[in-house]
């Protein structure tokens, strides 16, 4: 049993699956509640729903969106797709790592306080460059902007630890 759990995953599946539900709903489901989805829950998870356990692992590993493992508490989700390069996202990117001393798309560093990724539209092209930071959505993001909203997080973060 994953001792960092505090739910036993039978009990995490049992939990979130519901007779005719997809793959990707439980998926979500569980990574709504935790913020990942434990390796430990793949088994169950294939049970539950009457699939092999490398059609689960593929399907979690396939989608950029489920994480295997918890996220640093910080988590910026930079949008790198076309309206947001157009828009200066490049740059913000450069200012973004030289800001946090991170990288983007290190995954998570053990004990890291900060995560950067790349991600392909966030469906706020119109109002580029966009990025999500611990989950909530930012348009129009300058490095003015970056930082007070980084500021904000890094907070909440001292605060709660
Ligand atoms: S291209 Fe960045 S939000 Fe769509």
């Given at each position: 049993m994953d001792e960092s759990l505090a739910i036993a995953p039978d009990q995490l599946v049992q939990t979130h699956?519901?007779?005719?539900?997809?793959l990707l709903a439980v998926l979500h489901a569980i990574q709504d509640e935790l913020g990942y989805v434990p390796p430990a829950a793949v088994a169950p998870l294939a049970r539950a729903l009457n699939l092999s356990r490398a059609e689960v692992h593929g399907v979690i590993t396939y989608?950029?969106?489920?994480?295997s493992e918890p996220a640093a508490p910080v988590t910026v989700q930079l949008c790198r797709a076309e309206a947001c390069r157009s828009m200066g996202t490049e740059a913000l990117a450069q200012h973004i790592e030289a800001h946090t001393g991170c990288r983007f798309d290190?995954?998570?560093?053990?004990?890291?306080?900060v995560e950067l990724e790349s991600v392909y539209c966030l469906g706020q092209c119109a109002l580029s460059p966009a990025l999500m930071l611990n989950g909530t959505l930012h348009a129009k993001v300058t490095p003015q902007k970056f930082d007070a909203i980084f500021a904000a997080a890094s907070k909440c973060v001292e605060v709660t630890a």
């Open positions: 699956a519901r007779p005719g539900m997809s989608y950029h969106h489920f994480r290190a995954g998570h560093q053990h004990g890291a306080t």
